[in-house]
């Protein structure tokens, strides 16, 4: 069967780093996707991945290995409006999207 | 650019009756439509694709008359929810893509909360 895995529910510090990471396995892949969600409101884009190695974009960046089917998001500078849902998603050999299950981000002052 | 917007943004409705949501990519055209059903604290759940002018295509487990897609031009897609029961309470959210599959990016619109009393 195909499965993303991601934490539940992760913490952390206003102006801290946090890293959220995303394993999955899925039959084939093109590329995988981080959408941001809060409460009560539909997901917004924040990066896409299809070759390996660390995209960067702003205070967010997304690592991608696929030898080892795993992804992470990173947030720098926490800021408390970073509190939100973040789904990790698997394009696979049909183009279909897979989705995480979101993991929970609460930023603590 | 690439706005999508959804309409009702909420809906109360008692058991039985029939709820159509609309979902409209604004300035741009959409090829294909994705409806998404989300229960609290769980992921998005595909519930059906749609392409401009075919019949969609459902997820297993969908029931095709009870969700009614319609997707007639390039700019709007709706969602009726038949006979609604308390059930089919939940977050329903709509995106759409310039491209025949999901390989290009989903625009979300901002997702409607049904209510069935």
């Known amino acids: 069967g195909q499965n993303i895995d991601q934490p539940t529910e992760m913490t952390a510090t206003e102006g801290a780093i946090v890293q959220i990471n995303c394993t999955y396995q899925t039959s084939g892949f093109n590329g995988l996707f981080w959408y941001q969600q809060h409460a009560g409101e539909a997901p917004t884009f924040l990066s896409y991945?299809?070759l390996d190695g660390l995209e960067e974009k702003g205070r967010f960046s997304s690592f991608l290995s696929r030898s080892k089917g795993y992804s992470y998001l990173l947030l720098k500078e926490l800021q408390m409006k970073d509190s939100a849902s973040y789904l990790c998603?698997?394009?696979?050999?049909?183009?279909?999207?897979?989705w995480g299950a979101g993991t929970k981000l609460i930023i603590k002052p | 650019g690439a706005v999508v917007s959804q309409h009702p943004s909420r809906v109360i409705c008692k058991s039985g009756t029939s709820v159509k949501i609309e979902c409209r990519s604004l300035d741009f055209q959409a090829t294909t439509m994705f409806w998404y059903r989300q229960f609290p604290k769980q992921s998005l759940m595909l519930m059906a694709t749609?392409?401009?002018?075919?019949?969609?295509?459902?997820e297993q487990g969908v029931e095709k008359d009870k969700f009614l897609i319609n997707h007639a031009s390039l700019t709007l897609s709706t969602l009726t929810v038949t006979s609604a029961h308390p059930e089919d309470s939940s977050f329903y959210i709509c995106?759409?893509?310039?491209?025949?599959?999901?390989?290009?990016?989903?625009?979300f619109g901002p997702g409607t909360r049904l209510t069935v009393l």
């Open positions: 995106s759409a893509s310039t491209g025949q599959s999901s390989y290009n990016e989903q625009f």
């Open positions: 749609s392409n401009e002018g075919s019949k969609a295509t459902y």
């Open positions: 998603a698997v394009l696979d050999s049909n183009y279909q999207l897979i």
């Open positions: 991945n299809v």
